[in-house]
């Protein structure tokens, strides 16, 4: 149950994809259980399991573990097959848990130090049970995840064009670039909010890890021209989305970083969207000359 080219071009594009009541009922009621377990006893001995840093996915929460068992969901595990490898590194987890009426939020962020490389960590953000709007759900900034920042950079930001608030049904999942800028938003519901969030690495090259036999279809030659007509079903069309906070020069600088992520994930260094990346290349290649 790997990813189709069409949605890893939208990870590419957006920085995260959303499946919706993906887990099953039985299953969000045991993981809820377990997650009220780990949150009672966090950085105790008596926490029921807690996975090292630097772990392999196949090792973390082992038999018997409600958790364990979402993560390990075919459709879970194609997600992250496609993205990060079959076997990724276990880089931390957490439960998140908003009390009713709680209107405390977090400041805008993203997870990480600024980071220089292609390469990408994803973050799966789980929901065991309905969202209701203005109910807690996690808030994002699609787009956001190749604009590199460190940690609370962006803290001053407040109410960005395109930002959404998750809202949804019982089993959702969250996949998210490590980028991603996002932010914990107030629970303004008589109802607890639970949420669990865990961030993996690659192993290796994340390169065509997903089902790419849609990939020369979507990719061809004449549909990815300078020159190609906006929309359709290509690769090229998917990355040219643009997003409301975006200037004209911003969606630009976009187009290029989204190249390089494409071409770094299809190991094709001949790729481009409207030959912005191709022409810096070039000129790069002759004051190489001077």
Do not use: C
């Not at 993981?31 to 996975?51: L, S, V």
């Amino acid at each position: 149950m790997l990813l189709t080219t069409r949605q890893v071009a939208e990870f590419v594009a957006k920085g995260f994809l959303r499946f919706d009541a993906l887990v099953p009922a039985d299953l969000n009621r045991a993981a809820i259980d377990e997650m009220g377990r780990i949150a009672a006893t966090w950085g105790t001995p008596d926490r029921p399991y807690a996975p090292d840093t630097g772990q392999r996915w196949s090792e973390i929460y082992p038999a018997p573990s409600a958790i364990g068992e979402v993560l390990r969901l075919p459709a879970v595990h194609g997600i992250v097959e496609s993205l990060v490898g079959s076997d990724p590194v276990f880089d931390h987890d957490f439960v998140h848990l908003r009390m009713p009426n709680d209107l405390s939020e977090q400041p805008l962020h993203a997870d990480a130090i600024i980071d220089p490389n292609t390469a990408f960590d994803i973050q799966l953000f789980y929901f065991p049970h309905d969202v209701a709007p203005g109910a807690g759900g996690t808030g994002f900034v699609p787009g956001t995840h190749l604009r590199r920042v460190n940690e609370n950079d962006v803290a001053r930001y407040h109410h960005l064009l395109g930002q959404q608030q998750f809202s949804g049904p019982a089993g959702t999942i969250l996949v998210f670039h490590h980028g991603l800028w996002h932010r914990g938003l107030a629970n303004r519901s008589d109802e607890m909010r639970w949420m669990y969030k865990i961030r993996l690495n690659p192993s290796g090259p994340q390169v065509r890890g997903w089902d790419t036999s849609d990939l020369d279809a979507m990719q061809n030659t004449a549909s990815d021209h300078l020159f190609a007509r906006f929309g359709g079903d290509t690769v090229a069309s998917i990355l040219r989305s643009f997003e409301p906070w975006m200037s004209n020069a911003e969606y630009r600088l976009e187009l290029t970083q989204r190249a390089r992520l494409w071409r770094y994930l299809t190991g094709d260094d001949g790729f481009d969207v409207d030959y912005y990346l191709t022409r810096l290349e070039h000129r790069a290649g002759w004051e190489a000359t001077v």
